[in-house]
């Protein structure tokens, strides 16, 4: 069992970075890749970022491809994302997710266990 807390949301202007961080426990955290996803109003939920147990390995969507970055401190059993250049169309909840049993996947469906989401509103 793997529990998941985001936090660091909030409203932001666009152009303006903002910082998630999603808390784990339950399992050793370094042996496990965590993904990045988000869901727009009326929208499907999307895959946003992934990353290795160990950090190593990352992978984007290419919407956001040069603007977010995930990092995982282990340490602290905590995964990132810098979100920086933030647009208004990447308002949406965005979730983290842990993929207990295999490599960085883009597919939500690849993922165990879920956050509850964390908010995030850009304004133009």
């Known amino acids: 069992q793997v529990q998941l807390v985001e936090s660091g949301g909030g409203l932001v202007q666009a152009g303006g970075s903002l910082r998630l961080s999603c808390a784990a426990s339950?399992?050793?955290?370094?042996?496990?890749?965590m993904g990045w996803f988000r869901q727009a109003p009326g929208k499907e939920r999307e895959f946003v970022a992934a990353?290795?147990?160990?950090?190593?390995?990352?992978y984007y969507a290419d919407s956001v491809k040069g603007r977010f970055t995930i990092s995982r401190d282990n340490a602290k059993n905590t995964v990132y994302l810098q979100m920086n250049s933030l647009k208004p169309e990447d308002t949406a909840v965005y979730y983290c997710?842990?993929?207990?049993?295999?490599?960085?996947?883009?597919?939500?469906?690849?993922?165990?266990?879920w956050g509850q989401g964390t908010q995030v509103t850009v304004s133009s």
């Open positions: 997710a842990a993929n207990l049993w295999g490599p960085p996947s883009i597919s939500q469906n690849e993922y165990d266990y």
């Open positions: 339950g399992r050793t955290f370094s042996s496990y890749a």
């Open positions: 990353i290795s147990g160990g950090g190593g390995s990352t």
